[in-house]
């Protein structure tokens, strides 16, 4: 059975870093794209990011470009989402989901699987 | 182009069909991918590629593409079929993938 299970929720202070993950499994998680994406309070779904974990090539929206990194460990099956200094504005909840399409040169859309969300509010 | 366009808000009657569309200049080139989300849930994926349906998903859900405009559409629409839909695909460049702004199906 295909999972994807994110880490707790987090709260954080503006300026300080965060990192959450994401743990895929039943899997090649070496073999599919794993997407970030942000929705914020009572908004819609934003794409952030997609790493393959293969060869780690990655990228990102240009709206979050500059703004977080994504990273993967295929060693332990995770996928990372981090930020060097958080802002109130961060505050939303975060999905990972894998790609359905297998392979580097997949140029389809479709997320098959998602993980349960990791909520990160940032407060002072 | 970096945008898809829903609408904000559909209503269904019980029973009845409804059409939920969106709009992009890269959908001319790329299929749309369509999310069910309900409160409190991670989004679940009701139609991907040309016309296609996970498994688990009802038949009542179909999806169509004509120019640069797709759509999902619920045939017989259902109380639990009360959600929020998103659509997604790559935009003009295909590097990048696009989110929908969502449209909230309610069933009255």
């Known amino acids: 059975e295909v999972q994807l299970v994110q880490s707790g929720a987090e709260v954080k202070k503006p300026g300080e870093s965060l990192k959450i993950s994401c743990k895929g499994s039943g899997y090649s998680f070496t073999s599919y794209w794993i997407g970030w994406v942000r929705q914020m309070p009572g908004k819609g779904l934003e794409w952030m990011g997609i790493i393959y974990p293969g060869d780690s090539d990655t990228r990102y929206s240009p709206s979050f470009q500059g703004q977080v990194t994504i990273s993967a460990d295929k060693s332990i099956s995770t996928a990372y989402l981090q930020w060097s200094s958080l802002k109130a504005s961060d505050t939303a909840m975060y999905y990972c989901a894998r790609l359905a399409e297998a392979g580097a040169a997949a140029g389809t859309s479709d997320f098959d699987y998602w993980g349960q969300g990791t909520l990160v509010t940032v407060s002072s | 182009s970096s945008e898809l366009t829903q609408d904000p808000a559909v209503s269904v009657a019980l029973g009845q069909t409804v059409r939920i569309t969106c709009q992009g200049d890269?959908?001319?080139?790329?299929?749309a991918s369509w999310y069910q989300q309900k409160p409190g849930q991670a989004p679940v994926l009701v139609i991907y590629?040309?016309?296609n349906r996970p498994s688990g998903i009802p038949d009542r859900f179909s999806g169509s593409s004509s120019g640069n405009t797709a759509s999902l559409t619920i045939t017989g629409a259902q109380a639990e079929d009360e959600a929020d839909y998103y659509c997604n695909s790559r935009d003009s460049s295909g590097n990048h993938l696009l989110f929908g702004g969502g449209t909230k199906l309610t069933v009255l």
């Open positions: 590629g040309k016309n």
């Open positions: 890269s959908l001319r080139s790329y299929y």
